[in-house]
């Protein structure tokens, strides 16, 4: 199947830093792609959706300005959590689907962010 | 999206068939049902999908009865490494994003 990619795997920072996710997608293009946020024991959360050479789409409740989307290229989707804070630890996940495998959706490893 | 309702947690042993029923009665005409698989600090891993009857593949069997209001993901013969949050999802797959319910917490026992 498609393999999407995230970079880093975890990642710890001290509050008032900017940390930046790198997601990709390593064998096919993706003009779409979707950050999730997950909580410990809790599901995963749409924060936002991703679009190649537009703007992001947030989620109701998702500071725009704070979680910073950029999707420069078909194979990468960037997320960047500035001014960090310990309430942003949580594990990043991005998703993309191949537009040529159908409708199954691809997800990254995710990304542990710790905020000390 | 419709909504889905599944068990939120499950017990098993090793070797034993486990059945995780989900509901999902408004489901509508173009939604399909897909599950995924979640492992403790990784991203969700696609295991199965389909639209009615039944689908079978390496990993697990669906059974969706005629009237889709409901699905059950069949994992034949689990292992401890089967222990996992396991996602019902439905929806027209189409290009939204997929949103998630609150999973079944399985758990395998020697």
């Known amino acids: 199947g498609a393999v999407v990619s995230q970079h880093p795997s975890w990642v710890i920072c001290k509050s008032g830093t900017s940390v930046k996710i790198e997601c990709r997608s390593l064998d096919f293009q993706a003009t779409t792609m979707f950050w999730y946020r997950q909580f410990p024991k809790q599901s995963l959360m749409l924060m936002a959706t991703s679009n190649e050479g537009s703007k992001a789409t947030y989620e109701q409740g998702v500071e725009k300005d704070k979680f910073l989307i950029n999707h420069a290229s078909l194979t990468l989707s960037t997320l960047t959590v500035t001014s960090a804070h310990p309430e942003d630890s949580s594990f990043y996940i991005c998703s993309a689907r191949d537009p040529g495998q159908g409708t199954e959706a691809f997800f990254g490893q995710g990304t542990r962010l710790t905020v000390v | 999206l419709a909504k889905t309702t599944q068990p939120i947690s499950m017990d098993s042993y090793e070797g034993q068939e486990v059945n995780i029923t989900c509901s999902h009665n408004?489901?509508?005409?173009?939604?399909?049902i897909t599950w995924y698989q979640q492992f403790p600090s990784q991203g969700p891993r696609f295991i199965i999908q389909?639209?009615?009857t039944k689908v079978t593949n390496e990993v697990a069997s669906l059974f969706i009865p005629a009237d889709r209001k409901s699905s059950t993901l069949s994992l034949p013969r689990v292992s401890l490494s089967d222990t996992a949050v396991y996602y019902c999802?439905?929806?027209?797959?189409?290009?939204?994003?997929?949103?998630f319910g609150s999973g079944t917490r399985l758990q395998v026992q020697p």
């Open positions: 389909g639209y009615k």
């Open positions: 408004n489901i509508a005409t173009n939604d399909y």
């Open positions: 999802l439905v929806g027209d797959m189409g290009r939204r994003a997929l949103t």
